[in-house]
């Protein structure tokens, strides 16, 4: 730096071919610069803008079901209502009766009559075409079995023999008194009896044979009698028969009789001739 010099007129003397007020000035600005500390001025354009960091999106939790327990019904069960007593009224004292008479089990009275049938019972089976019945009712009563009049002695017990078809019957008794009153009872009675019936089986009608001895069979019903040529023969319960004849030289006649117990007849002729072997 060179030394300023004023000049002799009075004018500022020139520093370095400046005027000196303007470098007092100067320094007197820079003394004021130093001592003042100049804050910066914020400037939109120079001031950067707080960056915000961008929010991540954290990723979604996958939620996975757990599968729940099925829950089964259960049916509530409900109050059984109680019972309410119903009041019952004291029972009325039954007015004094007569003993009944007790009858026996197989007796089934229908009337005012004591009527009582021990005999058949009530879907009896018989092999036979008659049955017996029997039973009581009081003395001096009429007794009638299936349209037959019974005998009934001074106790009243009776008694009657009744014929049956074959197959199922309706056996009816009625015991009638002098007063009016009547009482009856029915059993049902099955007979196992084949038809009265006669047949010869042997020898055939008209038959010719070498021999005297001649047997003879047959059939009739299980109870009948059998008669043959006028002797009886024997007869099994079946109804079944046989027996042996003698036959004489030439032709030869036999009679067979059957009897049931209903006194029924039937009767067959049977001819046989008797050639003997020639010599």
């Known amino acids: 730096m060179k ?4 000049g002799g007129d009075g004018t500022p003397p020139i520093v370095s071919g400046r005027p000196a007020w303007l470098v ?22 120079s001031t950067p803008a707080p960056t915000l960091p961008f ?24 109050p059984t209502p109680t019972a309410t007593p119903t ?21 089934t009275t229908q009337g005012d009559l004591f009527l009582a049938v021990y005999a ?32 009934v002695d001074s106790r009243g017990g009776f008694r009657a023999e009744v014929s049956l078809e074959q197959g199922e019957n309706l056996v009816e008794v009625t015991a009638s008194s002098e007063d009016g ?4 009872i029915s059993r049902r009675v099955t007979s196992l009896a084949s038809p009265f019936l006669l047949l010869i089986t042997e020898p055939e009608n008209q038959s010719v044979v070498s021999s005297s001895r001649l047997p003879l069979s047959g ?7 059998i008669s043959i040529n006028g002797r009886s023969a024997p007869i099994d319960r079946f109804g079944y028969f046989s027996t042996t004849m003698l036959l004489v030289e030439g032709p030869n006649f036999i009679d067979v009789v ?22």
Do not use: F, H, W
């Open 55 to 78: 929010p991540t999106q954290s990723p979604t939790p996958t939620l996975t079901p757990t599968p729940l327990p099925t829950l089964q019904a259960t049916a509530t069960p409900k």
């Open 87 to 107: 009041p019952t009224e004291p029972p009325t004292p039954a007015s004094p009766t007569e003993t009944p008479t007790l009858l026996p089990p197989s007796t």
């Open 181 to 184: 009153a009547r009482s009856y």
């Open 120 to 151: 058949p019972e009530d879907e009896s089976i018989v092999p036979g075409n008659s049955v017996v019945v029997y039973g009581q009712t009081e003395p001096g009563a009429r007794v009638v079995v299936s349209e037959e009049e019974a005998v």
């Open 24 to 45: 007092l000035a100067a320094l007197a600005m820079a003394v004021l610069m130093g001592c003042v500390t100049t804050l910066p001025r914020p400037d939109a354009e």
């Open 3 to 6: 030394r300023s010099s004023s």
């Open 219 to 225: 059939r009739t019903g299980p109870n009948a009698i």
């Open 258 to 279: 059957a009897t049931n117990d209903d006194g029924q007849t039937l009767s067959e002729v049977v001819a046989v001739i008797y050639r003997p072997p020639s010599e």
